[in-house]
DNA sequence: CGATGCGTTGATAACTTTCAAATTTAGTGG
DNA sequence: CCACTAAATTTGAAAGTTATCAACGCATCG
């Protein structure tokens, strides 16, 4: 089915949130939001260390926890009927995951890179935000970003390789610090699964941005953008 | 940005939802889940009628009323810088729309067929989940079906002409009371811009799947599931 | 130094779009 | 109610895009 609405906005809800469905991703990046719900993972969290390439939590698994990468990255995907994998999303560090609706885990989730994760018992947080009104709307935020990052990705998914990949890099590179230069801990493969590309269109795509000398390459995972508006008027 | 997890299952939030942000597309067909919502809904609403191809809401519009289909359909979407027009969701009758986590909305809404659409105020709605904790539930699994729903959407969007038809039509069945027949209310540009394809190739998928006695095709808009276990294959 | 995995590049095939035209359907006016 | 015009849908052929298959380069690691 289709689209793109949700919750009130302006609403205040005292809500019985009780599994309901689906899924989300919390938002990356802008942490400054979230500052009591970090603040409270923090206090009651476990840190983890899961190394590369091993599994977090696996699809259908009872979803008890919500989870915070301290450091590393972590991608979370399913894996399809025909064996293909598409990428649920990626999350560095500061960004929050694990976040369902339903009582059962949608997607896997993996370390891409080693990664120091900070898992909280759902309960936990659920207690807290009963408590904490700013708690509970941090996580009403975070799910209202989660939807329009879904549906940002929906409008990626249409357009073409190359607007794809280069709506990809501004992405990541709105979500990472550095100036214009991305740091990328995810295979061409990983951005393929996520784009619904294959790893050569991928390749071709980069190398075609990087002769129309709107990026630089230096290594494979690092990325210079080298003319962001170009990159943007690619994106669509 | 990625993709899928929401609030969590299984907790009771209290919360402010202010302006957050975001949209998402409510549950359409079954409706028996949002007994008082949509009974509320009724009490407070107003009905109003809108001819084909009438704009129900336009994007950046504050969002301040929630609407409901009583009869007919209508359709969501938002134009993009190149021209092309993404469909958001198409809502029929008993379906719910124009819910958002943003205080303006991110998409515009028509009138598929003339439709008769209820107009709650979302205060109203707000003011009522505050009173009643099943009324605010209620939003709580629109929004989590929304999600679910973006997220199907997603996968969709990855697949092949053909498959994306194949489940599209299957999406169409779940939702319509009738057995095997469809009567699709929107037109072959509408179903290609919902899918991210052309008429020509929405078209041709449909022949092909005729051609593989999966459906059959009497008239434009109806469609008959001969075969669903060949369209869920079809499907992925 | 030879494996092994990852990324790039090339050639070809498959798929989708684009452009064009034929066909059907729907709406309007007589 | 019929005829006519406009719109929608289907179909065909050619062009463009992406996937697939294959080979090569480059790095890391025993």
């Known amino acids: 089915m289709p689209t ?7 609403a205040t809800y005292p809500a019985p949130l009780r599994s309901a469905s689906s899924t989300a ?17 923090q206090l009651m969290g476990t840190a983890i260390v899961y190394p590369r390439n091993t599994e977090i939590f696996g699809e259908n698994e009872p979803a008890d926890y919500l989870y ?17 994998r598409q990428i649920g999303g990626f999350y560095l560090t500061g960004d929050i995951f ?13 370390a891409i890179t080693e990664a120091k994760v900070l898992a909280v018992k759902r309960r936990a947080i659920n207690a807290l935000a009963g408590r904490d009104p700013a708690v509970a709307h941090e996580v009403f935020t975070l ?7 879904v549906q940002e990705r929906m409008l990626l998914l249409v357009k073409s390789a190359q607007e794809r990949v280069a709506g990809f890099l501004l992405e990541m590179a709105a979500r990472t610090v550095a100036g ?27 190398s075609g941005l ?18 962001r508006s170009a990159l943007v008027r690619m994106n669509g």
């Open 25 to 41: 991703v919390p938002t990356p990046g802008h942490n400054g939001a979230h500052a009591s719900l970090v603040q409270s993972m």
């Open 68 to 84: 915070r990468v301290v450091t590393g990255s972590v991608r979370t995907y399913k894996i399809l009927s025909d064996g293909r």
């Open 98 to 110: 694990g976040l369902e609706f339903a009582d059962r885990h949608m997607l896997s989730a993996e």
């Open 180 to 206: 214009n230069a991305v740091e990328l801990p995810m295979s061409r493969q990983d951005i393929a699964d996520y784009l619904g590309l294959t790893i050569e269109t991928v390749s071709r795509a980069l």
């Open 210 to 227: 990087e002769d129309a000398a709107a990026i630089e390459v230096p290594t494979a995972r690092r990325i210079v953008l080298c003319n």
């Open 143 to 149: 799910t209202g970003r989660e939807l329009k990052r």
């Open 4 to 10: 793109q609405t949700a919750p009130l906005a302006g």
